[in-house]
């Protein structure tokens, strides 16, 4: 089941395509401990539609298969894995601030 909600995110309105917690773990591969891990910290958007039922926007199904990914592939533990993926996105964000200082220069 998938729904459409609009949520404000970095101060953007944007529509997003809601997931249920058992599509989201099979299509991300995230074993449901720790993606209750990941809720819990607010790495993950979600929404809680009621006391045992969240739903995801679909957007985070590639950062979270990213995670799941480094944290297998180099045996990382869930925060590690997190702390990782929050400063590459730090990184590529800076450099599509560079690369669009450098146009208008």
């Not at 099979?26 to 607010?42: H, K």
């Not at 993950?44 to 045992?52: F, G, L």
């Not at 039922?53 to 979270?64: A, D, G, I, L, T």
């Not at 400063?87 to 450098?102: A, F, G, M, S, V």
Request: proline share 4%; charged share 25%; glycine share 6%.
């Amino acid at each position: 089941m998938s729904n459409y909600i609009q949520t404000r995110r970095q101060g953007t309105l944007i529509r997003a395509n809601l997931i249920h917690w058992s599509q989201f773990v099979q299509r991300t591969g995230v074993c449901p401990g720790m993606l209750g891990e990941l809720v819990e910290m607010g790495w993950v958007e979600s929404i809680c539609t009621s006391p045992e039922s969240y739903h995801f926007p679909e957007k985070e199904v590639f950062r979270v298969q990213k995670l799941v990914r480094l944290c297998r592939d180099f045996e990382l533990p869930t925060i590690g894995g997190v702390l990782i993926i929050d400063l590459l996105d730090r990184i590529e964000q800076q450099d599509k601030e560079i690369r669009q200082l450098r146009r208008l220069i």
